[in-house]
């Protein structure tokens, strides 16, 4: 089927881009200083793919925001849900909150475990 060009000259391009097959489940507002020396942006937590023969996904990412908007690249707040050949997973992060004393909070629907998420040597 062609491409309709008139609807392809409407689509709009993302604000940020998070890879495919990612499944970004869950995203949170992190306001500057959640995570000592961190801006504002949001937290996405992604569940992962399961169907691929190179797992994507599997973590918990954060992009930063500059007036409302996002302002750079996803960079990785919480990992390791995958084996070191990416072959298996630990986990698989669905939600992401603010928990009330400030810590980001990732629920694990396969380690049947809530994350909880603070600076190095925080409470």
Not at 90 to 105: D, F, K, M, S, T
């Amino acid at each position: 089927m062609p491409q309709d060009r008139a609807a392809v000259s409407r689509a709009l391009t993302p604000d940020s881009a998070l890879g495919g097959h990612t499944a970004s489940l869950s995203l949170c507002w992190l306001p500057a200083g959640a995570l000592p020396g961190w801006p504002a942006g949001m937290a996405i937590g992604q569940h992962g793919s399961w169907n691929r023969s190179k797992l994507s996904g599997y973590r918990v990412v954060f992009v930063p925001f500059e007036g409302g908007l996002p302002a750079g690249l996803p960079r990785d707040i919480l990992g390791g849900f995958l084996s070191p050949d990416e072959s298996e997973s630990y986990g698989r992060p669905v939600g992401v909150a603010i928990g009330p004393e400030g810590a980001l909070l990732v629920a694990d629907d396969v380690g049947d475990v809530v994350w909880r998420v603070t600076a190095s040597g925080a409470g």
